[in-house]
């Protein structure tokens, strides 16, 4: 089945792996870099302008996809991936400097908004429905494989070896760039568009009125409101939990190996990936034919329940339950959210509601990236309250926005 995949994918899932796995290796650990260095205020601040500019820069990224080309637009965000890592590197290479780290982030992000949309696009654009299942499914499990391998070298690297890993990654944004400019096709029909038509396509007002029609429908923002919640509970494995665990997680051994807080946040997130990696499918089968409202509200409490956990508390083992716990929440939510979501979605909208629902990781990266300071100021239980809290209403939003919509529609299958 690999064979028969349009050579734009099999460059996107090898390009996806790569990046990922090394950049999984470091970007988890930069609340801890800027919160030593800068300390947890600036470091969250910092962190919430960073998930603003790639949220920007994947609105603008999709529209130029759109108008400019698919290829073009990714080469351009490859591009200056390259230059932005150099700069990560140089500004890490003696003495850490903060400040062009950040802005070397910053140029990142806005490659990434870049990228992304335009790689989805073409996935969407060279595949059929016959394949789109096989193709999502390998994509996925791509995703999963590359970040254990990135999280588990972090854990081990991040504290020694920083400079190794930018290394790393300055070299695999190099290859990445090669494979996409070698091997990649543009796949946008029509003619070419003059610059002047590109301009106009993309200019503020074109934007908000492609998106001024998802506005308007409340249960389908209702529904994307809950997952931007439970999201923020989610990336708080990048932000509070790191600072958490490097802070008030006291060094041990665990099967003969010594664990510090960052090993212990790897080994956490390993066995998350672990879990997904080997259950995603025969979880995918058991959920077919059942309530999938009732399957996804269980997943998202078990989720935001584990995650809690992870906020409020620093013995192994509890952690280790905490982790297994939010995996089953994950395996349950995934399959489940996303067939109700198709359910919602009118078929002649269908790219603009995308697009939409596109950003719901980006806005819960947002309202994570406020763990750092308000963990800073209501400690660890606090912190286990509020995502408590925030899960009980990622719940009941998302219900509120499926009111009147089938509960138990056989499961057509999952994506990445």
């Known amino acids: ?16 792996f790569l990046t990922r796995m090394v950049g999984g290796a470091i970007f988890p650990f930069m609340a801890i870099y800027f919160t030593q260095r800068l300390g947890a205020g600036l470091a969250g601040l910092l962190l919430m ?23 073009r637009t990714l080469l351009v965000g490859e591009v200056l991936k390259v230059l932005a890592f150099a700069a990560l590197l140089l500004a890490n290479l003696w003495l850490p400097l903060a400040w062009w780290t950040f802005a070397a982030l910053v140029v990142i992000n806005v490659a990434n908004g870049l990228i992304n949309p335009a790689a989805e696009a073409m996935l969407v654009d060279v595949s059929t429905p016959e394949s789109r299942t096989f193709m999502y499914a390998v994509n996925y499990w791509a995703i999963n494989a590359s970040l254990l391998i990135g999280t588990l070298l972090g854990g081990w690297l991040y504290q020694d070896h920083f400079t ?12 990445t760039l090669f494979l996409a400019w070698r091997f990649m096709t543009e796949t946008l029909g029509g003619p070419r568009r003059s610059a002047a038509e590109v301009r106009e396509r993309v200019g503020l007002r074109p934007l908000l009125g492609s998106y001024a029609q998802v506005v308007g429908d409340r249960a ?8 931007v919640l439970l999201m923020s509970i989610e990336f708080g494995r990048q932000n509070f939990i790191p600072v958490h665990l490097v802070q008030a997680f006291a060094p041990q051994t665990f099967l003969g190996l010594p664990l510090t807080g960052v090993k ?29 409202k009732r399957v996804m509200a269980w997943g998202f409490l078990l989720f935001a329940g584990g995650f809690a956990v992870l906020n409020g508390s620093v013995h192994l083992g509890v952690l280790i339950a905490g982790s297994v716990v939010l995996s089953v929440g994950e395996l349950l939510y995934v399959p489940t959210r996303q067939t109700l979501l198709a359910d919602l979605i009118p078929e002649d909208r269908r790219g603009a509601y ?43 939003l998302s219900l509120a926005g499926l009111r009147g919509q ?10 990445a």
Request: glycine residues 14%; charged residues 10%.
């Open 406 to 415: 089938p509960g138990g529609a056989p499961l057509a299958g999952k994506a």
């Open 354 to 396: 995308l697009a939409v629902n596109g950003q719901v990781f980006t806005l819960g990266k947002w309202l994570a990236a406020l763990g750092v300071p308000l963990g800073a100021q209501i400690g660890e239980t606090g912190m286990l309250l509020v995502t408590a809290v925030l899960g009980l209403l990622a719940v009941l």
């Open 49 to 71: 302008l960073l998930v603003g500019v790639q949220f920007m820069a994947g609105l603008y990224g999709g529209g130029l996809a759109d108008a400019w080309g698919r290829r």
């Open 1 to 16: 089945m690999w064979g028969t995949l349009h050579p734009n994918v099999k460059v996107r899932i090898i390009n996806s």
């Open 220 to 227: 389908y923002l209702l529904f994307l409101l809950g997952f």
């Open 264 to 292: 212990a946040m790897s080994l956490l997130t390993a066995i998350n990936t672990v879990m997904i990696v080997a259950f995603t499918i025969p979880i995918s089968h058991w959920v077919k034919g059942r309530d999938l």
């Open 164 to 175: 190794a890993l930018l290394t790393g990654l300055l070299g695999m944004s190099f290859l």
